[in-house]
T-cell receptor, first 113, second 116 residues
Framework: KAGVTQTPRYLIKTRGQQVTLSCSPISGHRSVSWYQQTPGQGLQFLFEYFSETQRNKGNFPGRFSGRQFSNSRSEMNVSTLELGDSALYLC????????????FGPGTRLLVL | AQSVAQPEDQVNVAEGNPLTVKCTYSVSGNPYLFWYVQYPNRGLQFLLKYITGDNLVKGSYGFEAEFNKSQTSFHLKKPSALVSDSALYFCAVRDGGSSNTGKLIFGQGTTLQVKP
């Protein structure tokens, strides 16, 4: 089976812009979670989707949003980008999320200038 | 609140020697515990997990971990380290009492350096 794929792999944006990141889960997986990884804060949970519904949300401002489509693919959007949003954004998928193993994609590295 | 602690920022070990990467956790219910490894510019790779059962869990690439409920620890171990094991290791926990979520709480990570 193909693993979790994320596009794009690298992205450079400027402050105030918005960005959309995409994640395709492992075939058959219905749960997708997003995490932000930074040197200072480590790995932090953003949100989790299961069957197109947001099941859990981390402690991030409303500028961060996401959605899941009927084919389980997921997107996350960050509006009004700030310098502090520069990070590696990781997507993970699992078959139904509880307590199945989450398998991670390679991540999207976002640089905000 | 759930939390995970990895008390060592870096662990150095000589190739061929045993290695241990430490992890302690705090959850309100039964813990689901995971170890992941991250190589430079890569995502996280799953190594092993503890859900229930035997306290010694065996995983990928010769790694194993020991669950200790009384000490709330889940240390990662390998009998003989390889230079290629050098990477960043993360311990993570999911609260088993929160049945309707896959949310993981991660430790800060431990860099493992294996020297030839």
């Amino acid at each position: 089976k193909a693993g979790v794929t994320q596009t794009p792999r690298y992205l450079i944006k400027t402050r105030g812009q918005q960005v959309t990141l995409s994640c395709s889960p492992i075939s058959g997986h219905r749960s997708v979670s997003w995490y932000q990884q930074t040197p200072g804060q480590g790995l932090q949970f953003l949100f989790e989707y299961f069957s197109e519904t947001q099941r859990n949300k981390g402690n991030f401002p409303g500028r961060f949003s996401g959605r899941q489509f009927s084919n389980s693919r997921s997107e996350m959007n960050v509006s009004t980008l700030e310098l502090g949003d520069s990070a590696l954004y990781l997507c993970a998928s699992s078959s139904h999320g509880t307590p199945e193993t989450q398998y991670f994609g390679p991540g999207t590295r976002l640089l905000v200038l | 609140a759930q939390s995970v602690a990895q008390p060592e920022d870096q662990v150095n070990v000589a190739e061929g020697n045993p290695l241990t990467v430490k992890c302690t956790y705090s959850v309100s219910g039964n813990p689901y515990l995971f170890w992941y490894v991250q190589y430079p510019n890569r995502g996280l790779q799953f190594l092993l997990k503890y859900i229930t059962g035997d306290n010694l869990v065996k995983g990928s690439y010769g790694f194993e971990a020991e669950f200790n409920k009384s000490q709330t620890s889940f240390h990662l171990k390998k009998p003989s380290a390889l230079v290629s094991d050098s990477a960043l290791y993360f311990c993570a926990v999911r609260d088993g009492g929160s049945s309707n979520t896959g949310k993981l709480i991660f430790g800060q990570g431990t860099t493992l350096q294996v020297k030839p």
